[in-house]
């Protein structure tokens, strides 16, 4: 195990799992109508299993996953407010969660008295966020509201006002939870310039959030939890690409080809028989990697006639914004007419992250009449740990004179 000195926090084999009971009846009447019906106990969903890090201090360390990985229950976990079942977690230093951020606010109370009760719960005396208060209220941009009753807040301006106060601790460790899911553009450049100085200060910052471009702009290292395990303890670059694989709902990607029905015509003289994307990963819509290489395999059916009959196969890739980002063609290429299977290759993709369909179109070299136009006819997703920008990546050189 590593040396507590020299962590922040150290989890080590933790699990955690609930009991979920099986009578559902939600009052007396249910339950007396349910009585001959039901079915007493609980049964067991266990959430999280076998969690192992180390979060090193000063580090800005990030936690990612799908809805329902078990993000919430381990930060509830590190902050003290569950239990393991097994396995230990240890903290070294005071700590701070910005967890369901207002919890502790009473509505009844005025949005001022809310502040010098909060900040009570933080360890504050009366004096001391009497200094801060202005702060508090500036950051919040509720300057305003103060006399109003907390209850006739939105959700979005107690979450302000709480992280404002919330920021005011001095605690060693802070773990934060989608902290940046309110507020506008200015309010979010705030809480972004709050990271910044608390990571030159030292602090220990754990965030969760399922914005891929917060953790590559503030994590050192980032937990990937999927399905209750730790799946990856990686770079921040790599960490979404990691993420962006898991958000690819296999049971989703049918419907992408399917769902929006098929839009083919021609003369069918020359017909495409089957198309395929490499590399596979045995998914239906491959998963490709930014600059690895891509090669298309169209396979063609001809009738006896069209046999030796010179055609052009042409492409269209379609980004998940419906433009056509690329359109590449035979015209200038040596096909043989008798060929019943074509490749199309691509050294390094440089296509940016994301969904992409294909159409595939065979003419006649002649007249261009189509005798296959088959619109959509295979799609696949992109995914990076580069970061690349725009929509495609040219590849040039730069020189200086």
Request: glycine share 8%.
């Amino acid at each position: 195990m590593p040396v507590l000195d020299e962590a922040a926090i150290i989890v080590k084999d933790v699990s955690k799992t609930f009991k979920i009971p099986l009578d559902k009846a939600s009052g007396i009447k249910q339950a007396v109508i349910r009585s001959t019906k039901r079915t007493k106990g609980f049964r067991n969903f266990k959430v999280l299993e076998d969690i192992s890090f180390e979060v090193k201090k000063g580090e800005f360390f990030g936690i990612v996953g799908r809805n329902g990985s078990g993000k919430s229950t381990l930060l509830k976990l590190l902050a003290g407010i569950y239990v393991p079942d097994r396995g230990a977690i240890h903290v070294n230093g005071s700590l701070t969660p910005f967890i369901e951020l207002g919890v502790g606010f009473n509505p009844e109370l005025t949005a001022r008295e809310n502040v010098f009760l909060n900040g009570a719960l933080l360890g504050f005396n009366r004096h001391e966020v009497e200094l801060m208060y202005d702060e508090i209220v500036s950051f919040a941009e509720l300057e305003s509201f103060m006399a109003e009753k907390l209850k006739n807040f939105s959700s979005g301006m107690q979450v302000r006002l709480a992280f404002s106060i919330a920021i005011r601790s001095h605690s060693e460790i802070l773990i934060m939870d989608e902290v940046l899911a309110v507020g506008d553009a200015d309010f979010q450049k705030k809480c972004f310039a709050v990271f910044r100085e608390l990571k030159k200060e030292g602090r220990t910052i754990i965030l969760v959030t399922h914005d891929m471009g917060n953790v590559e702009r503030f994590c050192d290292r980032v937990l990937i939890i999927d399905k209750g395990e730790a799946a990856s303890i990686t770079t921040p670059a790599k960490a979404a690409a990691l993420y962006a694989r898991l958000n690819i709902d296999d049971s989703k990607q049918s419907a992408i080809n399917k769902g929006q029905g098929v839009v083919r015509w021609g003369t069918g003289g020359i017909r495409i028989k089957n198309l395929k994307i490499s590399p596979s990963d045995n998914k239906e819509i491959p998963i490709l990697d930014f600059q690895d290489p891509f090669e298309l395999t169209i396979e063609l059916e001809k009738e006896h006639r069209h046999k030796h009959t010179p055609f052009t196969v042409g492409l269209a890739f379609i980004n998940q914004d419906n433009i056509t980002v690329a359109g590449p063609n035979t015209l200038s290429s040596v096909i043989d007419p008798s060929s019943e299977s074509i490749k199309y290759r691509i050294d390094k993709l440089p296509l940016q992250p994301g969904d992409y369909s294909l159409t595939v179109a065979i003419y006649e070299k002649e007249s261009e009449e189509a005798f296959d136009f088959y619109d959509r006819a295979i799609s696949f997703h992109v995914i990076s740990d580069k970061a690349p920008q725009g929509l495609v990546t040219l590849g040039g050189t730069w020189s200086s004179e």
